[in-house]
């Protein structure tokens, strides 16, 4: 199954810290760990939120990445609002359990910086310049 998360700078760090292979443990008051079922939910929130909250960097950032079927079975799927805003549930604590079934790398497809962001963005504009790894052009 195809997923999609967005994310902030500090949690894309964390990311790419993992060499790109797995999710941060959530904190004590996330209890859930909701990648979303499209592409555009997760720009919605990465561009709309992301983009001007202080603890996002002020940067959003759309990550693609793939479970293996069976194991993304498990976990309920919830509409949060509009049909498009599907996401699957997972329980903080099967976090571990789920990284360890993403098949491939995560990768960055797209990329939002606010007017308050600072810093510098790679030569492909998606990823800030201090990272390495799963960016692609999207």
């Known amino acids: 199954m195809i997923l999609f998360r967005p994310v902030g700078l500090h949690e894309l760090e964390l990311i790419a810290r993992s ?6 443990a959530r904190l ?25 909250d202080l603890a996002s960097g002020f940067a959003g950032f759309v990550l693609e990445f ?3 079927d069976e194991h993304a079975a498990k976990y309920p799927r919830e509409v949060v609002g509009a049909r498009e ?11 571990r359990s ?3 079934h993403i098949v491939g790398a995560i990768r960055a497809v797209r990329a939002y910086f ?3 962001f600072t810093g510098d963005i790679d030569e492909a504009g998606l990823l800030p ?3 390495e790894g799963a960016g692609e052009a999207g």
């Open 19 to 24: 060499g790109w292979r797995e999710f941060p």
């Open 85 to 95: 805003h599907e996401e699957l549930w997972v329980p903080a604590e099967e976090l």
């Open 66 to 68: 793939e479970v293996d």
């Open 114 to 116: 606010g007017e308050q």
């Open 28 to 52: 004590p008051e996330q209890p859930i760990f909701y990648p979303v079922l499209n592409q555009g939910y997760a720009e919605q929130i990465a561009r709309d939120w992301n983009t001007t």
């Open 129 to 131: 310049a201090h990272l």
């Open 98 to 100: 789920f990284n360890s």
